[in-house]
């Protein structure tokens, strides 16, 4: 994968190795620890099984200056592409490399055929739901899933 430039900071975009693992549960912790007191239970991307994703081939890293800023997980279904989990380290927040995983995203729902994608973010981290909806993505309907409250949401790629 391609190295992008979003806000000035040199992203290189890639597939996620089995090395990568710790540094990528160390992003997802590190990026959704700031809700833990928002939530009555750790938000579900901190339990995930990142060797096991990484083995199966969803994982997608971003690098800022050779370091893991951040990650995407993300499978076709069906009729679209899902985004399992996306984190950023906070640290690196606000320099385009969420934008650039969101990028790279499209670009793969783009490649195996797909018009749409599909995730979700828990309704306590609104700042997620405003990063969307800036972005053209457009809230589907909200439900309780595994007792998370869950905003699901929508893109259209064209």
Not at 82 to 87: E, K, L, R
């Amino acid at each position: 994968m391609a190295a992008s430039t979003y806000s000035g900071a040199a992203v290189r975009l890639r597939t996620a190795a089995a090395e990568d693992a710790d540094a990528v549960l160390a992003c997802v912790v590190a990026a959704y620890s700031a809700y833990l007191e928002r939530m009555d239970r750790r938000p579900a991307p901190m339990l995930d099984d990142y060797e096991r994703l990484i083995a199966d081939g969803v994982v997608r890293v971003a690098e800022v200056d050779g370091v893991l800023a951040g990650a995407i997980v993300l499978w076709p279904r069906d009729k679209h592409l899902y985004i399992d989990n996306i984190a950023v380290r906070p640290d690196v927040q606000g320099n385009g490399v969420g934008a650039a995983l969101l990028a790279l995203a499209d670009d793969e729902c783009r490649t195996i055929g797909h018009s749409e994608l599909r995730l979700y973010t828990n309704e306590v981290m609104t700042e997620n739901v405003r990063f969307y909806e800036r972005r053209g993505w457009e809230e589907t309907h909200r439900a309780v899933e595994n007792g998370y409250r869950r905003i699901y949401f929508r893109k259209s790629i064209d």
